[in-house]
Structure formats: structure tokens, C-alpha cells
């Protein structure tokens, strides 16, 4: 976990103070190669109210309340862990999973006209048997 007073060292290492806006924070700490969940995770921390541990609601929802998923850079970063893939990889299967091929094609119209057939004959059977009934 990075504490604030670990962020304010860095910053005053690299000649910016505390106080200093989040743009000027965020170069710095970019310029640091920080990795950007981590630079957005210092700036939360150091924007902490140390009183009563309460950050910026803005900040919060960002976080906690996020649909992202994890790209392979943010896993290497987080646990060590060296995946071969990269984003584009990913978003290529994604892609590739989303499109229906020509085999499924075919069987789904075959399954439908069989089943509209299947249907229109037990209508025409029963329509024939309640003529017949008369």
C-alpha cells in the first residue's frame, strides 16, 4: 500500500510540492514510469483527508466502481506475474468470439425451417382432423 508520506517524498524528490495540482502530480509521477492505476491510486491517497480517512466521492466511484477489466500490463504490475499476451491480443479474440461463422449459420437456419415445417405440419393435421369431425 503507498502512504502519503512515501507520494510527498517522491514529489519533493523530483522538486514538486504536495500542494501542487493533480495535472503537475500526474506528469511527475508519469515521467516516474509509474504505472497509471498506480499514479491514480497515489493521487487519491494523497488528496486522503487525514483526519477522518475520507477521500473525494469523484475518486471513490472511480475506483470501486469501475467495469474495467484488467489489461495484461496491469496484472504485470500488480502481482509480478508475465503475461505474452497483450491488450490487442485480447481484443482480438473478444472480436473474433462475437461473430457468428458459417457452419453456426447454416445449422440455425436448417434448425429453424425444420422446425417451422415440423410446425406447419401438426397445423395442417389438425386442421384436416376437425374437418374431418364435421
Do not use: C
Request: charged residues 25%; proline residues 2%.
Amino acid at each position: 500500500m503507498i502512504t502519503k508520506d512515501q507520494i510527498e517524498r517522491v514529489l519533493r524528490i523530483n522538486g514538486l510540492e504536495p500542494t501542487a495540482s493533480d495535472e503537475e502530480i500526474r506528469s511527475v509521477l508519469v515521467s516516474a514510469n509509474w504505472h497509471k492505476d498506480d499514479t491514480e491510486m497515489a493521487l487519491m491517497v494523497l488528496r486522503e483527508n487525514t483526519h477522518t480517512h475520507k477521500s473525494r466521492v469523484d475518486t471513490l466511484h472511480r475506483v470501486f466502481n469501475t467495469d474495467d477489466r484488467l489489461k495484461p500490463e496491469t496484472i504485470s504490475a500488480l502481482l509480478g506475474i508475465n503475461v505474452d499476451m497483450s491488450s490487442a491480443d485480447i481484443e482480438s479474440i473478444r472480436q473474433s468470439k462475437r461473430q457468428v461463422s458459417m457452419p453456426q449459420l447454416f445449422s440455425i437456419v436448417v434448425a429453424s425451417i425444420a422446425v417451422s415445417l415440423a410446425m406447419l405440419t401438426a397445423l395442417v393435421m389438425h386442421y384436416d382432423l376437425t374437418l374431418t369431425a364435421l
